[in-house]
């Protein structure tokens, strides 16, 4: 079965990081791209970040761009989204997940691509 589990959110004061791990079991995470998504209250679902298969290649929304840092270590099955110099503004639920056809690139972050998700991890940026 098919499974990804967010952890590392939290409270963070402005200008401080964290670093997000998405877990996965249920399928070959070498195969596939995986995308950091973000939902605000009372705001849409934004693509954050996607890491293709191989790794070679990261896509960053321009709200993450300079600040975040996506990675993978498929030995562990497992995904990071690295959060520097964090505003108040990336105060969000953050979610991990799959894309819906194997060995994708990351040429776009959009949430109509990927297919499972995690149950996601809140991350506070308050004073």
């Known amino acids: 079965q098919l499974q990804l589990v967010e952890s590392g959110g939290g409270l963070v004061q402005p200008g401080g990081s964290l670093r997000l791990s998405c877990a996965t079991s249920?399928?070959?995470?070498?195969?596939?791209?995986i995308g950091w998504f973000r939902q605000a209250p009372g705001k849409e679902s934004e693509g954050v970040s996607c890491i293709s298969s191989s790794g070679d290649s990261t896509n960053y929304a321009d709200s993450a761009k300079g600040r975040f840092t996506i990675s993978r270590d498929n030995a562990k099955n497992t995904v990071y989204l690295q959060m520097n110099s964090l505003k108040p503004e990336d105060t969000a639920v953050y979610y991990c997940?799959?894309?819906?056809?194997?060995?994708?690139?990351?040429?776009?972050?959009?949430?109509?691509?990927?297919?499972?998700w995690g149950q996601g991890t809140q991350v506070t940026v308050s004073s």
């Open positions: 997940a799959v894309h819906r056809r194997p060995v994708q690139p990351c040429v776009r972050i959009l949430h109509a691509d990927f297919g499972s």
């Open positions: 249920g399928f070959t995470l070498d195969d596939y791209a």
